[in-house]
């Protein structure tokens, strides 16, 4: 089956600092990679659309200068987040969509964040 | 109004009861139809995919879509103690790169 990869599975940090999260498709090419918040017991909120070689798309209210998205490879999307706030603290997941026109995505394990 | 409604439960049932999960929804141009499973602190997990209205079967699980009363359920038969973990609908307009709209998720706890 299709795997993603999330690094870190989880991540420490102090406030004022950034912090990197990288999402691979281990086993297939992903034209399409997305971002996600989870907050708990809340639903998977969509930050970004990221397809290879582009620049992302951003949910409206989410800030483009403070998540970071690169996708620089059909492989690999990462995302950082700049000068990262206690209120940035969540559960980061994203999921990636097979090149070929599949109708679905296959999420990473998530990487929790929390910001001291 | 949320685009999707979803109760967070949670649902606790027997090991072997059959387990009935459900969504709302108000967007009437959704077309695609999604549930997934995500354990504690994991990533989801497809489980079904359905499109438009109807029925679909895997195993223990049956996705049911109907588009007239915007309402998709999910059925687990024969449920077991490996089933507990959290449900999400979810929903597209189209399939190919539109955006997914999930649910918040279903608490279910089955007791062995």
């Known amino acids: 089956g299709a795997v993603v990869s999330q690094h870190p599975s989880w991540v420490i940090c102090k406030s004022g600092t950034s912090v990197k999260i990288e999402c691979r498709s281990l086993d297939f090419q992903a034209t399409t990679m997305f971002w996600y918040r989870q907050f708990p017991k809340q639903s998977l909120m969509l930050m970004a659309t990221?397809?290879?070689?582009?620049?992302?798309?951003?949910e409206q209210g989410v800030e483009k200068d403070k998540f970071l998205i690169n996708h620089a490879s059909l492989t690999l999307s990462t995302l950082t987040v700049t000068s990262a706030h206690p209120e940035d603290s969540s559960f980061y997941i994203c999921?990636?969509?097979?090149?070929?026109?599949?109708?679905?995505?296959?999420f990473g394990p998530g990487t929790r964040l929390t910001v001291l | 109004q949320k685009e999707v409604e979803q109760d967070p439960g949670p649902l606790s049932v027997p090991e072997g009861a059959i387990v009935s999960l459900n969504c709302t929804y108000s967007?009437?141009?959704?077309?695609?139809f999604m549930w997934y499973r995500q354990y504690s602190r994991k990533g989801p997990e497809l489980l079904m995919y359905?499109?438009?209205?109807g029925n679909k079967e895997d195993g223990r699980f049956t996705a049911q879509v109907d588009k007239s009363s915007k309402y998709i359920s999910l059925f687990i038969r024969d449920s077991q103690p490996s089933d507990s973990a959290t449900y999400l609908c979810a929903m597209s307009e189209s399939g190919g790169y539109q955006k997914v709209t999930f649910g918040t998720g279903t608490k279910l706890q089955v007791i062995p």
């Open positions: 359905t499109y438009s209205s």
């Open positions: 967007n009437s141009a959704f077309q695609y």
């Open positions: 999921s990636a969509r097979p090149r070929g026109g599949v109708n679905t995505q296959y």
């Open positions: 990221s397809n290879e070689g582009s620049k992302a798309t951003y």
